[in-house]
T-cell receptor, first 116, second 117 residues
Framework: AQKVTQTQTSISVMEKTTVTMDCVYE???????LFWYKQTASGEIVFLIRQDSYKKENATVGHYSLNFQKPKSSIGLIITATQIEDSAVYFC?????????????FGSGTQLTVMP | GALVYQYPRRTICKSGTSMRMECQAV??????VAWYRQSPQKTFELIAL?????????EQNFTQEKFPISHPNLSFSSMTVLNAYLEDRGLYLC?????????????FGAGTRLSVL
């Protein structure tokens, strides 16, 4: 069975610093997709970045980047130059192709607070 | 960017009544729409997946009789919560995807928050 685990419940950082949020996953399949979303205070879920398992290069979008360590089944999210508005709950999610379904398996989320 | 709108943003209904929520994809053709519910504890449950030209697939613990879904075209989907009770509370999220490189990414709307009195 697929599983996504985020062990960090909450993180607080100072503005303009770099933060890393951890995520590990379990899957039987060799091909899968990994995603990070953030949920704002209003409840909106915003897609941030994605890593395809067959790609060796770490994905980067704006000030978001991923630390993909396939042998460790780990996909950490790195946010550089954090801003106050980055404060949100961050969810890691996975979809594997073997399930034949579109179900995303979500982690439990990490609350990020960026302080001035 | 991708735009998925959900309406209403918040709704309150009396126990035993029903409410309908809508999901609109703007600027793209939503080949698949997934309806999720996020509990007050923040966990996600997939309710059903609707793909164009395919039957709507409901996940375990969710039925068409309780959560009927309509997906009449590539830009619109709606779901009704029938006979809502306390356990149906939560944030109902619509996620849509389209073709090309983004086909494996679900883009979500802001959700419809359901409270049940």
């Amino acid at each position: 069975a697929q599983k996504v685990t985020q062990t960090q419940t909450s993180i607080s950082v100072m503005e303009k610093t770099t933060v890393t949020m951890d995520c590990v996953y379990e899957t039987q399949d060799s091909s899968y997709f990994l995603f990070w979303y953030k949920q704002t205070a209003s409840g909106e879920i915003v897609f941030l970045i994605r890593q395809d398992s067959y790609k060796k290069e770490n994905a980067t979008v704006g000030h978001y980047s991923l630390n993909f360590q396939k042998p460790k089944s780990s996909i950490g999210l790195i946010i550089t130059a954090t801003q106050i508005e980055d404060s949100a709950v961050y969810f890691c999610a996975m979809r594997d192709l073997s399930s034949g379904s579109w179900q995303l398996i979500f982690g439990s989320g990490t609350q990020l607070t960026v302080m001035p | 960017g991708a735009l998925v709108y959900q309406y209403p943003r918040r709704t309150i209904c009396k126990s035993g009544t029903s409410m309908r929520m809508e999901c609109q994809a703007v600027g793209f053709q939503a080949t698949s729409v997934a309806w999720y519910r996020q509990s007050p504890q923040k966990t996600f449950e997939l309710i059903a997946l609707s793909t164009v030209n395919s039957a709507i697939k409901y996940e375990q613990n969710f039925t068409q009789e309780k959560f009927p879904i309509s997906h009449p075209n590539l830009s619109f989907s709606s779901m009704t919560v029938l006979n809502a009770y306390l356990e149906d509370r939560g944030l109902y999220l619509c996620g849509a995807r389209w073709g090309a490189h983004s086909q494996n990414t679900l883009y979500f709307g802001a959700g419809t928050r359901l409270s049940v009195l």
